[in-house]
């Protein structure tokens, strides 16, 4: 489930996890996950870790961002991290981290 209430861009994050979960541990969800404000999965940290990492290649390939970030400048430039979280339509947050600049 995504939360409606939450902003596009951490939806569209939350979907790519939850699809990364599938591709890296379906063996390991069974019958499913169930999440909600009072439950969380069972799967451990560097579970997560994993879903979170194929989900910013999902959602940020390194080559497309690689190329955009090429033509608009340095990554050091709070303008061009702010384009290229536009551009990918994810959080600067999230675009920083992408970019090792976090």
């Known amino acids: 489930m995504v939360n409606k209430y939450e902003v596009p ?15 890296l541990h379906r063996d390991d969800i069974g019958a499913g ?10 799967l451990s940290s560097r ?7 194929l989900a910013a290649a999902i959602i940020m390939p ?16 709070a303008a061009v991290v702010q ?3 536009e551009l990918f339509r994810v959080s600067v947050p999230a675009m ?5 600049v976090a």
Do not use: W
Not at 9 to 23: D, G, K, M, P
Not at 33 to 42: C, F, K, N
């Open 9 to 23: 861009e951490r939806q569209r994050f939350t979907v790519a996890h939850e699809i990364s979960h599938y591709l």
């Open 33 to 42: 996950v169930v999440d909600s404000v009072m439950y969380r999965s069972s």
């Open 47 to 53: 579970k997560e870790t994993e879903a979170n990492q």
């Open 62 to 77: 390194a080559a497309a961002v690689t190329r955009e970030m090429n033509e608009l400048g340095s990554p050091e430039d």
């Open 83 to 85: 384009e290229l979280a």
């Open 96 to 100: 920083k981290i992408r970019l090792g």
